[in-house]
Structure formats: structure tokens, C-alpha cells
């Protein structure tokens, strides 16, 4: 088992049905496991939501969840965290948790694809667009790649390119290498050893699910508060 878990280095490797050209894979399924746990948890927390004091503890718990989301996109795009919120705290979400059920035996996180993280990535790709074009302007926001001149063009092309390949690769480079170290340690090691860095494992994928989405934050706000600095 060990070694089969080694050897796949993605689960998108991991077929459960396919007929013709439609395939289920691990992928999918534990992606829609983690967007299934997602909107049924949060249905279950804002059912009954109170604005007293007495408020249940998931209601407290979320409510601090989202004011530290919200907390660190301020600081990022000068308090216009409200604009921002419902997109990049999705993102954290569904990271943060597609990372932390890696605990859970049998689970693969979806966050070992690299389908999985160019799909993220090229939602934030379309959202740096969008969210500037909604606040310059479509002319004003395409003014920007052709300054200083328009032979800069294709290098700002290039950086949007490439930065959303780091995106890609950042994030599946570290979920996917952690969940082979830890396939090895299980093999070679006594069980106290692999558990420690599954504890740390954990860890990490807060942090990359963090800097994902602070990423992606920065990357929205450079896109946004570019055309107020020209004004200055």
C-alpha cells in the first residue's frame, strides 16, 4: 500500500470510475468533498445566527475566522476589505481546508493536483482583470500595460504568465512533496515520527493556504490602487 502511495504522484492517478472520456478521480471527488463540508458547515453555523452575546460557539468561531481574513485583506488593500472578502476568503477556505483533512487516513488533498492549483490560480489570473477593469475602468486598467512605453507590453503579459504559474507551482510543489515524505516515513520509520510530521504537515498547509491568498490579494490590489498612485 505504502508503495502504490509513493509511486502516484497525483491523485488525479487515482481512477474510481471512467467510461468513454469521463473519468472520476481522486481529484474530483475529495474536491467536491471539501466544497460539500464547506457550504453544508457554513448552512449549518448562519441558520440560527445571533446578534447577542449568547451566540453559539461554531457562530463565535467563524466570526473570528472571517475577521482575521478580513483583517489581513485591509492591510493589504487599505480598508476595502468588504469588496474583497467573499473571493479571497473563499479561496483560503477551500485551501486551508482541502490541506487540513490530509489527517483524516485514506484522504488525498485535491491540493496534490496540479490541475487543482492551475484552476486556482486562473481564478485569481481572471480576477486581477476584473476587479481593476471594476475599479479604473476597461480603458484606464489596459493604459497600464503599456506604461512607461508600449514596449512593455509583452513584459507585463509575461509577468501576469508568470506569476500565475508560481501560483501553480508553489502550492502544489509543497502539498504534494509532504504527502510523499510523509508515505516514506510511514514505510521506514517507527509511528511516532510520521505523526509528528503530520502534526507539522498540518502546519504547512495553513501557511500555504495563507500565502496563497495574501498572494492573490496583492496581486488584486497592485491592480486596483495602480491608477490612484499615477494620479498623485
Not at 64 to 73: D, L, P, R, T, Y
Not at 105 to 120: E, F, K, Q, W
Not at 123 to 150: D, H, M, N, S, W
Not at 203 to 217: E, R, T
Request: charged share 10%; net charge neutral.
Amino acid at each position: 500500500m505504502e508503495v502504490m502511495a509513493i509511486s502516484q504522484i497525483s491523485p488525479d492517478q487515482v481512477v474510481y470510475w471512467q467510461w468513454k472520456f469521463v473519468t472520476i478521480n481522486a481529484t474530483l471527488v475529495y474536491t467536491w468533498l471539501v466544497m460539500f463540508i464547506l457550504v453544508f458547515g457554513s448552512w449549518l453555523v448562519t441558520r440560527r445566527l445571533s446578534p447577542t452575546i449568547h451566540s453559539s460557539r461554531w457562530q463565535n468561531f467563524l466570526e473570528v475566522v472571517v475577521s482575521g481574513i478580513k483583517g489581513e485583506i485591509d492591510e493589504v488593500s487599505k480598508g476595502e476589505a468588504g469588496h474583497y472578502l467573499p473571493f479571497i476568503g473563499t479561496l483560503f477556505l477551500f485551501i486551508a481546508l482541502a490541506n487540513l483533512l490530509a489527517i483524516v487516513p485514506g484522504y488525498v488533498a485535491p491540493t496534490a493536483s496540479l490541475t487543482t492549483t492551475a484552476a486556482l490560480a486562473i481564478c485569481v489570473f481572471i480576477a486581477v482583470p476584473l476587479y481593476g477593469i471594476a475599479k479604473q475602468g476597461i480603458g484606464e486598467y489596459l493604459k497600464e500595460y503599456f506604461r512607461p512605453t508600449f514596449i512593455f507590453f509583452p513584459f507585463h503579459v509575461m509577468g501576469e504568465l508568470s506569476r500565475t504559474l508560481a501560483l501553480t507551482v508553489r502550492l502544489f510543489g509543497n502539498i504534494m512533496s509532504h504527502e510523499k515524505v510523509i508515505a516514506i516515513l510511514l514505510s521506514v520509520t517507527p509511528l511516532f515520527f510520521p505523526v509528528a510530521m503530520q502534526i507539522l504537515g498540518l502546519l504547512i498547509g495553513l501557511i500555504q493556504a495563507y500565502i496563497f491568498s495574501i498572494l492573490a490579494m496583492v496581486y488584486i490590489a497592485s491592480a486596483t490602487q495602480v491608477h490612484a498612485e499615477h494620479e498623485k
